[in-house]
């Protein structure tokens, strides 16, 4: 069985950072994708961040390029996101969540399993 638990949410002031983890546990050779997501009060979920396992290529939406880093551990159980120069509209849920393919790391629709969620607040 799958899990996946993030951690490392909460409040920071504009400028800061914060770096989120999420540990996987129960993932297969079969899941090669994770994906970092975030969601806003009152709107969707969207995609932040991505990585494959079996190369490491990391792929990032145009609004947290230049600022967040996703990466991941050397065994299969761990992926961060540090998130710097963190502004106020970068407060939401942020989800992590384990697919199978990195071919469209982007769209929601990829992903299997999905983590409870931790939430960071950016203070003006």
């Known amino acids: 069985q799958v899990q996946l638990v993030e951690s490392g949410g909460g409040l920071v002031q504009a400028g800061g950072s914060l770096r989120l983890s999420c540990a996987a546990s129960?993932?297969?050779?079969?899941?090669?994708?994770m994906g970092w997501f975030r969601q806003a009060p009152g709107k969707e979920r969207e995609f932040a961040a991505a990585?494959?396992?079996?190369?490491?290529?990391?792929y990032y939406a145009g609004s947290v390029k230049g600022r967040f880093t996703i990466s991941r551990g050397n065994a299969k159980n761990t992926v961060y996101l540090q998130m710097n120069n963190l502004k106020p509209e970068d407060t939401a849920v942020y989800y992590c969540a384990a697919g199978q393919y990195y071919n469209g790391a982007s769209d929601p629709s990829t992903y299997n399993y999905w983590g409870p969620g931790t939430q960071v607040t950016v203070s003006s």
């Open positions: 990585i494959s396992w079996s190369n490491g290529i990391a």
């Open positions: 129960g993932l297969t050779f079969g899941s090669d994708v």
